[in-house]
């Protein structure tokens, strides 16, 4: 099936850096979302993004619905320890449903103290 | 709120028996729930979707006779692996959204490990 590719694909860290990841499509979605995985672990839902251009912060996290609807990014600002993880994007094509997710590729942080 | 649970967390069986795995709504009635796999270090990858009271809709290439879903009631779903295989190994995830105006997202469970000997 599709998938939306992310980069990097994994980074290392120091903590206390700032995050940038980001997630793009060939195709257009009309939400745009944001899951954590860690490791043997389900996704949890990070931010979720209904509106092209939307902004959106969920306290040290912050991300961006792209104006052109094939993109989106993540921003962690001030990393710590416990940010490590999986980052998943998801984005879904249709509205009013609850119809299926893409997945994105993944980015895999590591931070180091 | 929104919790989805997983029975069981992980499993080892045999070659050609079948497996059960159980996902559940604790809090909230899910109209629709989703079946995943995930293998080691990639991303998630949906097996079908099932609607309460209806039959699943698989995705393309994922066989219905092999991997049996039932969403008998708005707070559980089942997945049977059937004549399981070593390569049916893998990171069995499921996901519960309420279906409701304006609640569509999706939460996921926290998965279960499946081993085929």
Redesign the interface.
Known sequence: ?Q?LNQSPQSMFIQEGEDVSMNCTSSSIFN?W?W?KQDP??????LI?LYKAGELTSNGRLTAQFGITRKDSFLNISASIPSDVGIY?CAG?SET???????????TRLQVTL | GAV?S?HPSRVICKSGTSVKIECRSLDFQA??M?WYRQFPK?????MA?SNEGSKATY??GVEKDKFLINHASLTLSTLTVTSAHPEDSS?Y?C?A???L?GV????????T?LTVL
């Not at chain 2, 569509?104 to 998965?111: A, D, I, L």
Request: net charge positive; glycine share 16%; charged share 15%.
């Open positions: 099936g998938q939400t979302l899951y043997g672990e389900g996704p949890v839902l979720a998943f879904r009013g449903t609850a119809s299926k997710l893409t997945f994105g590729t993944g | 989805v997983q109209t629709t989703f990639k991303s998630l990858m949906l979707t995705e393309q990171f995830i996901s959204s309420l279906g105006a569509y997202e999706q939460f996921f469970g926290p998965g490990r």
